[in-house]
């Protein structure tokens, strides 16, 4: 797996005070690198730190074509069941060796007999056993309560309940088996818009 997937990242979060509106609006959070580029794909999440309703998550699906992982990073709750169709016209064998989620989808075409179900939160890392080009990450979280910046570098994340949360911010690139940036959270009315400048510079 290439190197470059895994070096250090120290985080910083700005928070940029906005105007107060009702409680429980969604939040705009913007994530940048050190030069102040936006940066997509950055996962950002809040974990209430008090018991929420049961919930069923629901199902997400990580594609396989122009022999890529579509989409490069999926955020899931814990508990979800993911699919991993192959729409290429050769076959596959995706697997991962993650302590969070340890597979192995035999050499197949088409769609696998059942999605897999990830039960356990963290960071699992996909590959193609033929293919070594081809790469995924798969950011399991214990919360209803996540979000993935598009292009422009911004995400939006959920309205949150009244309470006080742990917000986690995390990206492919930092270190294997570091922690996500977090800071506590107490909400009780709108969380003003938000920058997550990452220290370091995008590639």
Not at 66 to 87: A, C, D
Not at 125 to 150: E, R, W, Y
Not at 187 to 200: D, G, H, R, S, Y
Request: hydrophobic share 40%; charged share 15%.
């Amino acid at each position: 797996m290439p190197a470059q997937f895994f070096r250090p990242v120290a985080l910083t979060i700005l928070l940029c005070i906005g105007a107060n509106n009702a409680a429980f609006a969604s939040t705009l959070i913007s994530v940048t690198d050190n030069s102040g580029q936006k940066l997509e794909d950055a996962v950002v999440y809040a974990e209430p730190e008090f018991t929420l309703p049961s919930n069923k998550p629901e199902p997400a699906v990580i594609e396989q074509k122009n022999r890529q992982f579509i989409p490069l990073v999926t955020v899931v709750q814990v508990g979800s069941l993911i699919s991993f169709p192959n729409n290429d016209n050769v076959k596959h064998q995706a697997y991962s060796f993650s302590p969070a989620k340890t597979f192995e989808l035999k050499l197949y075409s088409g769609k696998p007999t059942a999605p897999l179900l990830f039960d356990k939160a963290g960071t699992v890392t996909v590959g193609c056993n033929i293919h070594d080009q081809m790469l995924a990450f798969i950011h399991v979280v214990n919360t209803p309560f996540f979000s993935k910046t598009d292009a422009r570098g911004n995400a939006t994340l959920p309205a949150l309940p009244a309470g006080k949360y742990t917000l986690k911010v995390w990206h492919y690139e930092q270190a294997q088996g570091s922690e996500p940036y977090s800071q506590v959270l107490q909400v009780a009315k709108e969380i003003p818009p938000m920058t997550v400048k990452l220290n370091f510079k995008r590639r």
